[in-house]
């Protein structure tokens, strides 16, 4: 499977809209800060494409895999992506 660049994506973007590649450029430079600052708070959503979630993580007991030690794994915070419904229905194809 072949990714688009981000050069790519700031073309089609610009072909697609009719703006400057730099106008397209400093628009998701833009989006991409304030998703930082609102996921930071807690939860950031793009509608119909899914959103950046903090969530907490609890310790817990794991183990070494080369030695079979138990070890403790401490809580800590992590940032998810949930992928919103209509995305999967338009990449995957909507389930019967």
């Known amino acids: 499977m072949a990714k688009m660049t981000q ?6 973007m610009s072909t697609r809209t009719g703006l400057s590649k730099k106008q397209v450029k ?3 430079a833009s989006l991409i800060d304030l998703a930082y600052r609102e996921a930071k708070k807690g939860e ?3 509608p119909g494409l899914g959103k950046l979630v903090k969530q907490k ?3 817990r007991m794991g183990r070494n895999p080369a030695t079979g030690e138990e070890i403790k794994i401490p ?3 992590v940032l998810k ?5 209509a995305a999967k229905d338009s990449v995957l194809g909507a389930k019967k």
């Open 7 to 12: 050069t790519q994506t700031v073309a089609e």
């Open 75 to 77: 809580a800590k915070t």
């Open 81 to 85: 992506f949930r992928v919103a419904k």
């Open 44 to 46: 950031f959503a793009v």
């Open 57 to 59: 993580r609890k310790a």
């Open 26 to 28: 400093d628009f998701m």
